[in-house]
């Protein structure tokens, strides 16, 4: 769970200095850092990639996986959540102070953008399996800057957020590890390199904004990245 932690001090960095300072950061110099660290996201995903055995593994299971994925509507869900808990929460502010309307929108905004997404599942099952963490670093830079735009205008809301993130995504890890602590090496060298696959879409799609990708959908390849490599193993199939 190093990767959560490391993320939920992010965000509190970030948002104690858009408390502070966060009105006098350029905007053009926040843009320049996203892109910058966009370009490393792809860079690292692609990275990542090459720790698979056999790349047929991957387009495999990214084929499969996405099938499913626009099947089930996992964007859509997705996008749906946070939707529905913005309004949920839109509809409270209406009976409270100015005050507390803003930290409410601090804390709701904040937290669906740092807790929803392949990013935060993805890295999180990852830290889980096999203790690299490297994903969610990446995610923590990307969260600590946005939490230094919204807490500069939303308040101090933006901070209580880093508490939804340690839940999510510490669940998520924790139950990756316990349920792949029966997987091999092979298991996870297949699942990292669909996560590199799901992070360069990320980083094109979010990140650069070069083309919109729905990332989301992609997320039931991890699951059959492990049956393909299984099967295979279970067959005695070289690869």
Not at 160 to 185: E, K, T
């Amino acid at each position: 769970m190093l990767g959560t932690f490391i993320n939920v001090g992010a965000i509190l960095l970030g948002g104690l200095v858009g408390l502070v300072a966060g009105n006098k950061i350029p905007v053009k110099f926040r843009q320049t850092m996203v892109s910058g660290l966009g370009l490393f996201t792809l860079a690292y995903g692609i990275y990542i990639f090459t720790e698979t055995n056999n790349m047929l593994i991957p387009l495999g299971a990214l084929i499969l996986g996405t099938m499913v994925g626009e099947w089930l509507k996992l964007e859509e869900r997705l996008e749906s959540l946070g939707s529905f808990l913005q309004a949920k929460f839109n509809r409270a502010e209406e009976a409270h102070s100015i005050e507390a309307q803003r930290f409410i929108s601090g804390f709701v905004t904040s937290s669906l953008l740092f807790c929803i997404g392949p990013m935060a599942i993805l890295g999180s099952i990852q830290d889980g399996l096999s203790g690299n963490f490297q994903m969610l670093a990446i995610k923590s830079l990307l969260d600590g800057l946005a939490s230094v735009a919204f807490a500069s205008s939303l308040g101090v809301g933006v901070l209580f957020s880093a508490l939804p993130v340690l839940v999510y995504q510490g669940a998520i890890s924790l139950s990756a590890r316990a349920l792949g602590q029966g997987f091999d090496a092979s298991v996870v060298a297949e699942m990292t390199a669909i996560g590199g696959v799901i992070l360069a879409g990320i980083a094109i799609s979010n990140l650069l904004e070069i083309k919109k990708i729905r990332t989301g959908s992609f997320l039931p390849a991890l699951v059959f990245a492990v049956l393909i490599v299984l099967g295979l193993n279970a067959l005695g199939v070289s690869y």
